[in-house]
């Protein structure tokens, strides 16, 4: 059984950065995709990037797209999200997720299989 804890999350003012972490376990074969998501209260769960973890390519969701970036550590099986220029519309429960067989990026965002427990993003104006 596949296992995904997040850490780093905190509050942070606009502007700002945080980095996310994601620490997986319990696979025997590497998820084919890492991902990261996020829900605000009274919204539905927003797609925000993803790796397909052989090849290293990277997807973002266009609201965060050139202000954060995905990256991960095969020899940690460890997933990052580097937020930068953080907004107030940022702020939100931010999941982790991963993919034992295949995934689909913006705009389908599907696929994943395997989610965190999340932790929370808040950023002030």
């Known amino acids: 059984q596949v296992q995904l804890v997040e850490s780093g999350g905190g509050s942070v003012q606009a502007g700002g950065s945080v980095r996310l972490s994601c620490a997986a376990s319990g696979y025997t074969t590497r998820p084919v995709c890492m991902g990261w998501f996020r829900q605000a209260p009274g919204k539905e769960r927003e797609g925000v990037a993803y790796?397909?973890?052989?090849?290293?390519?990277?997807y973002y969701g266009d609201s965060v797209n050139g202000r954060f970036t995905i990256s991960q550590d095969n020899a940690k099986n460890m997933v990052y999200l580097q937020m930068n220029s953080l907004k107030p519309e940022d702020t939100a429960m931010y999941y982790c997720?991963?993919?034992?067989?295949?995934?689909?990026?913006?705009?389908?965002?599907?696929?994943?299989?395997?989610w965190g427990q999340g932790t929370q993003v808040t950023v002030s104006s």
């Open positions: 997720a991963a993919s034992g067989a295949w995934c689909r990026g913006p705009p389908l965002w599907d696929g994943f299989t395997y």
């Open positions: 790796i397909a973890t052989g090849f290293g390519y990277e």
